[in-house]
């Protein structure tokens, strides 16, 4: 197991690398949030069921969809290289969730999961010079009843 961890590791490192070479700063910040934040929650036990998944008209996104027991979460990530500017995951405001919402409601659609079994979680990440600083906190905002 720790063979393959080593190896997710490097895999992780390459793909970084070559992302902060073709893409604008903060979007590579971001998807590497999103890397680990990925990992993070496969060593917690989550099952990772989709990684930026979007409504048909790409209007609205949720950033990973996870699996934890038969309750399907969906969770925004938030990275940052500093908290300079106070934590990441204050940038999620009314009109992010609505949007996390409508990607939610429509991943629901599709896979006809029960609303019920829903939780909205944020991974918040500050890169600090030698490690990712995570901060998970579960449920914090519902599911409207509408859906």
């Known amino acids: 197991m720790q063979l393959l961890e080593q190896i997710l590791g490097w895999s992780d490192h390459l793909r970084q690398r070559a992302r902060y070479k073709q893409w604008p700063h903060g979007k590579a910040v971001g998807r590497e949030g999103e890397d680990v934040a990925h990992r993070y929650l496969q060593k917690q036990g989550y099952y990772i069921v989709a ?3 979007r409504t048909p008209g790409g209007s609205a996104e949720v950033d990973l969809v996870a699996r934890e027991g ?10 940052r290289e500093s908290d300079h500017f106070g934590a990441p995951e204050r940038n999620i405001d009314a009109a992010k969730r609505h949007k996390i919402v409508l990607a939610a409601r429509q991943y629901l659609r599709r896979s006809r999961h029960d609303p019920h079994q829903t939780r909205f979680d ?3 990440i500050v890169f600090t010079e030698d490690r990712a600083e995570i901060d998970h906190r579960k449920g914090v905002f519902g599911l409207p009843d509408a859906v």
């Open 51 to 53: 990684r930026n998944f």
């Open 70 to 79: 038969d309750v399907l979460v969906f969770v925004e990530v938030k990275a």
């Open 122 to 124: 944020t991974i918040s």
